[in-house]
């Protein structure tokens, strides 16, 4: 299995990106999607998760500004990022937690990570 995000980059604050996370491989099912980011010097911390049956979740900090999105028949998860502000700044990772077969454990896979670079 292999998650590949792209749409990172350089933006201004306030500005917008969007990221996007393509899972690939032997999945027999995706039960979570979602994207957490690490900023130099900290710990890897959540931004948005997406269940398939459940209530979507946001960190605090990026409620109001940031969507989730899921696109099930692609095995993609999106996140639009409005408004940014500088603390955003981080690498972005995309997480899913799968089934690799009908009678797999359900684990977690990360992407490679994106960087958001937010400055002026």
């Known amino acids: 299995v292999q998650l590949q995000a792209s749409g990172g980059g350089l933006v201004q604050p306030g500005g917008s990106l969007r990221l996007s996370c393509a899972a690939s491989g032997s999945i027999f099912s995706i039960n979570v999607m979602g994207w957490y980011r690490q900023a130099p010097g900290k710990q890897r911390e959540f931004v948005a998760l997406m269940p398939n049956a459940g209530t979507t979740t946001y960190r605090d900090s990026v409620k109001g500004r940031f969507t989730i999105s899921r696109d099930n028949a692609k095995n993609t998860v999106y996140l639009q990022m409005n408004n940014l502000r500088p603390e955003d700044a981080a690498v972005y990772y995309c997480?899913?937690?799968?089934?690799?077969?009908?009678?797999?454990?359900?684990?977690?896979?990360w992407g490679q990570g994106t960087l958001v670079t937010v400055s002026s």
């Open positions: 997480n899913a937690v799968l089934r690799v077969s009908r009678t797999s454990p359900i684990s977690p896979y």
